[in-house]
């Protein structure tokens, strides 16, 4: 399997797992959440972004095929709406730091999405 697809698999099965949890500790009033209408922000800014949607896109056509244009395109439409969360999270940090390490793991998976890593890198001076 090309080292493309497994990223960007593994990104959609992170993005999947993200919406599972926030959606599951709104449902279930996780006690760790003292205020639930900005955990319920969080859910409604993943729909907004149709996070779902691109997590099972990045799965379909990598399933067994590397698309690198498309992927890229994904890549960077889920980053806007991660930068956003991200954003929201550090601004509501007492209420929402239980998020915090999934974002980080998110944004450290995008960043393996950057023209830099794929060997295009540009040389020092």
């Known amino acids: 399997m090309n080292f493309g697809m497994q990223k960007a698999n593994m990104l959609a099965k992170n993005i999947n797992s993200f919406i599972k ?4 500790s709104y449902e279930n009033r996780s006690s760790f959440y003292t205020n639930h209408d900005k955990l319920y922000q969080i859910k409604l800014l993943i729909e907004e972004y149709k996070f779902q949607i691109i997590a099972d896109e990045l799965y379909r056509i990598n399933q067994f095929s590397w ?3 498309y992927t890229y395109i994904l890549v960077e439409q889920f980053k806007q709406g991660l ?5 929201y ?3 509501n940090y007492t ?3 239980m998020l915090t390490a999934r ?3 998110l944004k450290s998976l995008t960043t393996l999405f950057s023209k ?3 060997g295009k890198q540009k040389l020092p001076n």
């Open 21 to 24: 949890y926030v959606r599951h």
């Open 67 to 69: 698309d690198e244009k």
């Open 83 to 87: 930068n956003i969360i991200d954003e």
């Open 89 to 91: 999270v550090k601004n």
């Open 95 to 97: 209420e929402l730091f």
């Open 103 to 105: 974002l980080h793991t």
């Open 116 to 118: 830099e890593q794929d």
